[in-house]
T-cell receptor
């Protein structure tokens, strides 16, 4: 398994600002993902974070709004840019550990945009 | 569009009963199937994974897979109030070019009544 930490755990931000969320895994992982979860809803995949190259974004999500970095095998960041109240959500980092195909989740970042 | 379908619930069962959670998927090429439990305000945690047709048991949990019917289920025996949560079904599907995507259902909310 993989133990995943995220920072910050929650934040309240003003409209028009940006927030960077950090994700750290305790072991080398093959794949890392970023999800968004609105209250009472299921998970929506934002992008796959690729090590050393540009992230692969899902339909409806663009790099200018959600820039993602993954400089090494255990760390990734997601930035939510030029925030609006519609960006208020829980953002989750996940990872596939080792040679398994099992996905583990971080504790999430609860973002509120005023 | 590859899909994973779940009944949103809530599914209410009395304490001690068997809870049966169901999931259907559209991609016949899917190879790996996962069940996650998500308590309110928390991130998803893995309960079980299953790859082969048939049953897989782990404690009070049994996952059942029928690839011909494109159906996967989770049985929880001796349900406890602490099992009350949302259960997410996830399917790993091949997207082409050797890439994979994990598709989550919308989740079934389970309520175990004391």
């Amino acid at each position: 398994s993989a133990v995943i930490s995220q920072k910050p755990s929650r934040d309240i931000c003003q409209r028009g600002t940006s927030l960077t969320i950090q994700c750290q895994v305790d072991s080398q992982v093959t794949m890392m993902f970023w999800y968004r979860q609105q209250p009472g809803q299921s998970l929506t995949l934002i992008a796959t974070a690729n090590q050393g190259s540009e992230a692969t974004y899902e339909s409806g999500f663009v790099i200018d709004k959600f820039p993602i970095s993954r400089p090494n095998l255990t760390f990734s960041t997601l930035t939510v840019s030029n925030m609006s109240p519609e960006d208020s959500s829980i953002y989750l980092c996940s990872a596939i550990a080792g040679f398994t195909d099992t996905q583990y989740f971080g504790p999430g970042t609860r973002l509120t945009v005023l | 569009q590859k899909e994973v379908e779940q009944n949103s619930g809530p599914l209410s069962v009395p304490e001690g009963a068997i809870a049966s959670l169901n999931c259907t998927y559209s991609d016949r090429g899917s190879q790996s199937f996962f069940w996650y439990r998500q308590y309110s305000g928390k991130s998803p945690e893995l309960i079980m994974f299953i790859y082969s047709n048939g049953d897989k048991e782990d404690g009070r949990f049994t996952a059942q897979l029928n690839k011909a019917s494109q159906y996967v289920s989770l049985l929880i025996r001796d349900s406890q109030p602490s099992d009350s949560a949302t259960y997410l079904c996830a399917v790993k599907g091949r997207m082409g070019s050797g890439t994979y995507k994990y598709i989550f259902g919308t989740g079934t909310r389970l309520k175990v009544l004391a």
